[in-house]
């Protein structure tokens, strides 16, 4: 090969890489928090799919693609395994009244509760997971139930509790407890976007699968529970 030839290839084998380089390698602590979430994921599909109880460990590391013995270094055991899941579904859970002041006139109540209701319905459209997590441990009982309502339920209730009085002082929510009014529309919501196989059961064609059975649209549901 002559010289001009064999620069020639040079030339256009530089153009071709010129500007790209090679990612660095993943270092062991990134590798570790991967699998850790592949491992997540899984869980939150088992555990919402079947409860605690009838989730299976072997099962949820054969959808991360581990053996399961590679599952326990990472959480030692299924209990360890299940509070990550209920912290990670819990995490992007929405805040949207935290920190606001209470609302003086009725078009500032009813715009508050619609963005805490709109808020709490996008995420379960989102995350259905976390309605089916729940409801699981609701329907069971016990200390799991209790730890779940501690950690991350009770001090969200009490955030909402005096905007919804403020909101029912200002005519802009239904007259009736917190307590009823919160019930009715965690029951709506769970049903409606968490738990579809019900509702497309119910109201879509016989023998139609559930994502092919569009959901009542969010607007809808909400105007149920705003004056």
């Not at 003086?104 to 808020?119: N, W």
């Not at 119910?202 to 969010?218: L, Y």
Request: aromatic share 10%; charged share 25%; with cysteine.
């Amino acid at each position: 090969m002559s010289r001009p030839v064999f620069d020639d290839i040079q030339a256009k084998l530089r153009s071709l890489t010129r500007g790209t380089r090679a990612l660095p390698p993943q270092s062991r602590a990134e590798k570790s928090a991967a699998l850790r979430a592949r491992i997540i994921d899984a869980a939150k599909e088992e555990f919402a799919a079947k409860g605690y109880d009838g989730a299976s460990v072997r099962a949820i590391a054969a959808a991360a693609g581990i053996e399961q013995g590679h599952l326990g270094y990472h959480f030692k055991t299924k209990r360890a395994l299940w509070e990550a899941t209920v912290d990670v579904v819990f995490a992007d859970f929405p805040s949207s009244v935290a920190g606001m002041p209470l609302p003086r006139t009725y078009e500032d109540a009813r715009a508050v509760m619609r963005l805490a209701l709109h808020s709490y319905a996008d995420y379960c459209t989102v995350c259905p997971e976390h309605a089916r997590m729940v409801f699981n441990e609701a329907t069971s009982g016990g200390e799991r139930l209790e730890w779940l309502v501690e950690r991350h339920i009770r001090s969200r209730v009490a955030t909402l509790e005096p905007v919804f009085n403020a909101a029912r002082d200002r005519g802009a929510v239904p007259a009736t407890s917190f307590e009823a009014f919160l019930l009715s529309f965690l029951a709506a919501i769970a049903f409606t976007y968490g738990l579809r196989a019900f509702p497309a059961a119910v109201f879509g064609p016989a023998k139609t699968p559930v994502e092919e059975v569009p959901p009542v649209p969010i607007e809808e549901l909400i105007a149920l529970f705003l004056r």
